[in-house]
């Protein structure tokens, strides 16, 4: 005996046996089944966001640039995945990551997932997908109806017509909102007289002939920046996304909207689409739709509403009303990665008008001929994933009444946290949560005092050195891995303006608990007495003093 190792080989019998679905339960691939199984349980098992650990030496076990000449087993790579990558993921499913908008999943997504991946359908075309098309076409209905909330007759007419389409599957938010757009820019230009249609002729000639300078998107600061991409990608410009100003709660100006839509106007630039935001992804608000819905119908723009975070509020009976104007949208972005509780990565955008895809309808002889049920022809992506059929499960058995009371306890936990953040003298509260997220910081009360009463300068200086602080903790933290909070930068109007650094928190997971969150404010309390930023903090302790000590002489003064 030799003892020599085993290795694999490349052979027709290999290659035919890598494609056979395993005879006996006791076979090698069903036990590295049961082991990656067993594996992942017990990683979502765990409480630690992530094992700190620096990615340039993660980067070590991906380093290989050469493909393979001799093939490795099953059972090797199985390994190599459990000990290098799995180990090293961050547990976006841990009750302590509450930073980011990628939350925990219910673990039936995993084993129905299965069904999707075996079957490995193509929603491009009805001969690769079958089923799977009626069923996304039921998804798109459901969600159409739960924004729109259209009777039966019209779903009976419109739902399953194979010459019209209630929405778009997508990959994500991002692609969703480039469809909405996309429509958009078709209509605002279509064929008339010589005219063949922006679609045809495009874009260039649609502006010489309707006589206008450009076109432009319209929305809030707190616009997503996917926006930015589609008008890019759209041929507009990125500076064909016209920013608008926000109010305190970081909802947009409708008296700023109007005026910046006569504006352009003016300079004969289209107002293609207005597009408004129910759940900014930095804060969480939710725009006055209403409002919008009107300036968009007075300027004959197409009104798109960015509901990939907060769409799902729709299922609270309590809060739903946060979205009303939302009904007047004629295109509505979710995301079902994120509040429909569906693995990455799938979005959707629904049309209020069955019409609406028809502005970006393509047809191919070979593939999605017209008058077929093909669904590829109203979509951005070619070959698509049976997603659908996640969403479906989510909708069946969460149903309405479970994604009502998830949306009900995350809104509930986020004003519960703010509650405690108020409670604690030595964390400030920046922006109170509208749905459930929220930013806050860590800043001693002797600073928070300081604050009140600075002048622009002081409380330049004094953010500043928080700005520091802030994300020193954040970092730190991260990388310690017990909890993560993300970090963005806002603009209080408080501080003039001035661009601060705060903790971002969003509330999605459902076994987050005030336990949780008190722990998190304990830690990052402590990182504020390390070492590491001991020096910032004295700093930041004897401007505040000055502040402070200036205030109380001009007092004496006023009084002597």
């Given at each position: 005996m030799?003892?020599?190792?085993?290795s694999?080989?490349?052979?027709?019998?290999?290659?035919?046996?890598v494609?056979?679905?395993?005879?006996?339960p006791e076979s090698?691939l069903?036990?590295?089944?049961?082991n990656?199984s067993?594996?992942?349980?017990?990683f979502?098992q765990?409480?630690?966001?992530?094992?700190?650990r620096?990615?340039?030496?993660?980067?070590?076990?991906?380093?290989?640039y050469?493909i393979?000449?001799?093939p490795?087993?099953?059972?090797?790579?199985?390994?190599?995945?459990?000990?290098?990558?799995?180990?090293?993921s961050?547990?976006?499913a841990s009750?302590?990551?509450?930073g980011?908008?990628?939350?925990?999943?219910?673990?039936?997504m995993?084993?129905?997932?299965k069904?999707m991946?075996?079957?490995?359908q193509?929603?491009v075309?009805?001969?690769?997908?079958?089923?799977?098309?009626?069923?996304?076409?039921?998804?798109?209905?459901?969600?159409?109806?739960?924004?729109?909330e259209e009777?039966?007759a019209?779903?009976?007419k419109?739902?399953?017509?194979p010459?019209?389409?209630?929405?778009?599957?997508?990959?994500?938010g991002t692609?969703a909102?480039l469809?909405?757009?996309w429509?958009?820019?078709?209509?605002?230009?279509?064929?008339?007289?010589?005219?063949r249609?922006?679609h045809q002729?495009?874009?260039?000639?649609?502006?010489?002939?309707?006589?206008y300078?450009?076109?432009?998107?319209?929305?809030?600061?707190r616009?997503?920046?996917s926006?930015?991409?589609?008008?890019?990608?759209?041929?507009l410009g990125?500076?064909?996304?016209v920013?608008v100003?926000t109010?305190?709660?970081?909802?947009i100006?409708t008296?700023?909207?109007?005026d910046?839509c006569?504006?352009?106007?003016?300079?004969k630039?289209k107002?293609?689409?207005?597009?408004g935001?129910?759940?900014?992804?930095?804060?969480?608000?939710?725009?006055?739709l209403?409002?919008m819905a009107?300036?968009a119908r007075?300027f004959?723009a197409?009104f798109?509403?960015?509901?990939?975070w907060?769409?799902?509020?729709?299922?609270?009976?309590?809060h739903?009303?946060l979205?009303?104007?939302?009904?007047?949208?004629?295109?509505?972005?979710?995301?079902?990665?994120?509040?429909?509780?569906?693995p990455?990565?799938?979005?959707?955008?629904v049309?209020?008008d069955?019409?609406?895809?028809?502005?970006?309808?393509?047809?191919a002889?070979?593939i999605i001929?017209?008058?077929?049920?093909?669904?590829?022809s109203?979509?951005l992506?070619g070959?698509?994933?049976?997603?659908s059929?996640?969403?479906h499960s989510?909708?069946?058995?969460?149903?309405?009444?479970?994604?009502e009371i998830?949306?009900?306890q995350?809104i509930e936990?986020?004003?519960?946290?703010?509650?405690?953040?108020?409670a604690e003298?030595?964390f400030?509260?920046?922006?109170?949560?509208?749905l459930n997220?929220l930013t806050y910081?860590?800043?001693?009360e002797s600073?928070?005092n300081a604050?009140?009463i600075?002048?622009p300068?002081?409380?330049?200086?004094?953010?500043?050195?928080l700005?520091?602080?802030?994300?020193?903790?954040?970092?730190?933290?991260?990388?310690?891995?017990?909890?993560?909070?993300s970090?963005?930068?806002l603009e209080?109007?408080?501080?003039?303006?001035?661009?601060?650094i705060?903790?971002?928190?969003?509330?999605a997971?459902?076994?987050?608990?005030r336990e949780?969150l008190?722990?998190?404010?304990?830690?990052q309390?402590?990182?504020s007495?390390?070492?590491?930023?001991?020096?910032?903090?004295?700093?930041?302790h004897?401007?505040?003093d000055?502040?402070?000590k200036q205030h109380e002489?001009?007092a004496?003064?006023?009084n002597?």
């Open positions: 030799t003892g020599k190792k085993k694999a080989q490349a052979s027709v019998e290999a290659m035919y046996r494609f056979t679905v395993p005879e006996a090698t069903s036990r590295i089944d049961q990656i067993s594996n992942l349980a017990g979502l765990e409480h630690i966001v992530a094992v700190e620096d990615l340039s030496d993660v980067e070590k076990n991906f380093s290989d050469a393979p000449e001799k490795v087993f099953v059972s090797e790579q199985a390994q190599f995945l459990l000990d290098k990558l799995v180990a090293n961050v547990h976006t009750p302590a990551f509450i980011h908008m990628t939350s925990a999943l219910p673990y039936f995993l084993p129905l997932s069904i991946i075996a079957l490995n193509n929603l075309k009805t001969e690769t997908s079958k089923a799977f098309t009626p069923m996304e076409r039921q998804v798109l209905g459901m969600i159409h109806r739960l924004v729109y009777d039966g019209f779903y009976r419109w739902m399953h017509n010459r019209y389409a209630l929405g778009a599957m997508c990959s994500g692609v909102n469809t909405a757009l429509v958009a820019r078709n209509r605002a230009f279509p064929a008339e007289g010589s005219f249609g922006l002729e495009g874009l260039f000639r649609a502006l010489k002939y309707y006589g300078e450009g076109a432009a998107i319209v929305v809030s600061r616009g997503h920046y926006l930015r991409k589609a008008a890019d990608v759209l041929g990125r500076e064909a996304l920013p100003d109010d305190d709660d970081n909802r100006q008296d700023a909207l109007r910046k006569l504006e352009l106007h003016r300079q630039i107002v293609m689409a207005i597009c935001v129910a759940g900014t992804t930095e804060t969480g608000n939710v725009d006055p209403d409002g009107d300036i007075e004959g197409h798109h509403v960015d509901a990939a907060g769409g799902p509020t729709l299922f609270s009976r309590t739903k009303h979205l009303r104007g939302i009904e007047k949208a004629d295109s509505v972005t979710f995301d079902a990665h994120k509040q429909l509780y569906v990455m990565g799938v979005g959707l955008v049309f209020k069955p019409s609406l895809a028809s502005a970006v309808e393509h047809h002889q070979y001929r017209k008058g077929s049920r093909d669904l590829g109203t979509t992506e070959s698509r994933p049976g997603m059929m996640l969403i989510g909708l069946k058995i969460l149903a309405r009444e479970g994604y998830l949306i009900d995350g936990k986020a004003q519960t946290f703010a509650a405690m953040i108020n003298p030595d400030e509260l920046i922006t109170k949560p509208e997220i910081r860590y800043c001693p600073v928070q604050l009140e600075a002048d300068l002081q409380a330049e200086k004094l953010n500043t050195c700005n520091r602080i802030t994300k020193f903790i954040q970092k730190t933290q991260r990388e310690r891995g017990k909890a993560f909070v970090r963005t930068r209080p109007s408080r501080y003039y303006h001035f661009p601060c705060v903790f971002r928190v969003v509330l997971n459902p076994l987050t608990t949780i008190s722990d998190i404010l304990i830690e309390r402590e990182l007495a390390e070492e590491g930023i001991e020096d910032e903090i004295q700093i930041l004897q401007m505040a000055a502040v402070l002489r001009g004496r003064q006023a002597a």
